[in-house]
């Protein structure tokens, strides 16, 4: 299990086999892979909270590495999850750029944080 | 900026010209973009919590779409997070895989959700 | 400070007490409290993500106590943050439970878990 | 349903009126309420994402409501996951400002927003 992943695909793959020698896939319905997914998200979260903006001089060599470990579950729970839901990751990833891109235009949204409901306005 | 996505390099550098174009880089600081994972993530859960297990056939077309862009979101911050940290996530996925399977020995955890904390008691 | 609180006024004194004896109002933005919210409501849901129900039945005590401690957390920062923002918690609850008897009047809602702009087709 | 709610027991019993009415009970499992309190609070995030503190005088009359109202949520799932499992909140937040106290003695945490793991060493 130790050789280099080089995509998505691979990744995938490695998780199935991981899941399916615990016999897991009981526990690995698409509600469960989300609440997991956000506890992760949050857990990710937990080491920015009372940071000014968590930028990487501002880490720790120890809670870069608990950062980057917390990334790498999210990463996990999502490539599951949409191996379960039969998502590709890339093309909706792709798909939705090209969505905000149109909500977004750049000569409207640039250096701005609105929301597009009131970019509108 | 419609050619196909391949893979998580391009993703990033597609995501890269998408803020720098609307000069949203300010924003993104790495606690926001955490943030931002983490409200997506949540986003993600909404849709199936009151559900009995949301697998697929559960799912309304209409659902199923609302959870792919969600997925899509949270995949887009997760890679401006890591390219913002300097972090490879196949790399980062992988190292958590080798000390996941070192936490949880499949003849020892299969079949039970328990937490490594409670397994080795 | 072990007198028994009564109500949320007195909650709020006592973490006002708190924050102030270790001068950590400076680190508590409404920003940075609701993250922390939001990172504690995470962790409440932790332990229930790969359980069926979560029914008080399936819990360990040990687990219910955690649990208990976590809801303990994320109101002590929701009291914090109304503190902060000036909201008074049970007016808000009150207007709000209000609004969902419109969004949702009983005849139409009864023994259904769609939302409501589901529930108007 | 309109007369002014004095506690979090006068809550808690509008609460279960609202539910008993729709028969929403059977959705009520502990593990859906910490979701649907989850996306709540996350929610309740999402308007702070990208601001620089939140602070009173940062938020529009327009998100302050918001806000407000995203509060009121997670009270209201916080209160019916509580009386669903049992808890006593004030007497459970009280107990954790105990715990809390002894965790960051105020003259060692005085100033600063490490962890208590981290303020011991």
């Given at each position: 299990m130790s050789a280099k992943i080089q995509n998505l695909q691979q990744l995938r793959d490695q998780l199935r086999a991981f899941v399916a020698e615990r016999d897991w896939q009981q526990f690995h319905t698409p509600k469960n892979l989300a609440s997991a997914l956000s506890v992760e998200a949050a857990e990710l979260l937990e080491p920015f909270?009372?940071?000014?903006?968590?930028e990487i001089e501002e880490l720790s060599a120890e809670t870069h590495t608990a950062i980057r470990y917390e990334m790498a579950d999210v990463l996990n729970y999502l490539v599951m999850l949409a191996d379960r839901l039969d998502v590709d990751l890339l093309a909706a990833a792709n798909e939705k750029i090209q969505l905000n891109a149109q909500k977004y235009p750049a000569q409207t949204a640039r250096g701005s944080a609105l929301k597009y409901t009131e970019l509108k306005k």
């Open positions: 909270q009372w940071l000014k903006t968590g």
